[in-house]
């Protein structure tokens, strides 16, 4: 069988919608010879669908990374007081928060000790306004040329979990990690702080090697602030503790 055949047939529910939709004759939509058994315009009408969804759902919120989730029980609430306050404090702020179409946006880490690992807020927690420790993970693993994430917690970490261990893995001397969104400082720093490539996504690899690039090339290290040019409004600051993460982003 013809794989046009075998993979249109799948579709044919969608042929009643064709004609109205797409009133336009078969002429001008050239496809190979065995398509023509089935409507052409349900073969647009798919893709046209097709391409629709993955927009809507290729970028923002969007955990990107293969994620290996070991569910556990949260981490002691003590160990991660300031990390709650500083998240809790960046909401109210509006610098976390979730945008009108309900994508949220912004995350906080803490690195546990002199290790790689490191303490995330979860996925899908931006809306929230008080995160207490059932909404924080612990990221154990990571393997950035495979695009692979291990936590271990009540909830999957952050989407942008991949780009807080590239930080923390070139400079182990960083401790605390803040990732902010807002329009009018992304607007105002871009290219005047170190700067992502406009066509790099957030949450990748692309995005961890470009983190590299930035520390060999644009002083990211003595900066400690970035403006992620390819993901609007991001904006993301560092240190040797969370405090002067945060002193970065309120001195500007």
Not at 24 to 46: H, T
Not at 113 to 120: E, K, V
Not at 138 to 158: H, M, Q, R, W, Y
């Amino acid at each position: 069988m013809h794989p046009y055949k075998n993979w249109l047939g799948h579709f044919s529910i969608l042929k009643p919608f064709c004609s109205l939709l797409f009133p336009i004759p078969y002429s001008l939509f050239p496809v190979p010879w065995s398509v023509a058994l089935y409507d052409r315009r349900c073969l647009l009408l798919f893709l046209t669908i097709k391409f629709m969804v993955k927009f809507m759902v290729m970028d923002e919120g969007v955990i990107k990374y293969q994620c290996h989730w070991v569910k556990e029980e949260p981490v002691a609430s003590d160990s991660i007081t300031d990390l709650m306050k500083k998240r809790d404090f960046m909401y109210s702020l509006g610098l976390i928060g979730v945008y009108e179409n309900g994508i949220g946006f912004g995350n906080v880490s803490q690195r546990i000790n002199d290790s790689n690992q490191f303490i995330i807020t979860g996925t899908q927690t931006a809306h929230l306004e008080i995160l207490g420790p059932e909404f924080y993970t612990v990221v154990t693993d990571f393997n950035i040329e495979e695009n692979s994430l291990t936590c271990c917690g009540p909830v999957k970490a952050s989407s942008e979990s991949l780009t807080h261990a590239a930080i923390y893995y070139y400079q182990p001397e960083i401790m605390g990690i803040i990732h902010i969104h807002n329009s009018r400082l992304w607007q105002e720093l871009m290219y005047k702080v170190p700067t992502s490539n406009q066509e790099v996504p957030y949450g990748t690899p692309q995005m961890a090697k470009e983190i590299f690039r930035l520390f060999d090339e644009e002083k990211l290290g003595v900066e400690k602030i970035l403006v992620m040019a390819g993901h609007e409004d991001g904006i993301i600051s560092f240190g040797k503790n969370l405090d002067e993460a945060a002193n970065i982003l309120l001195n500007l």
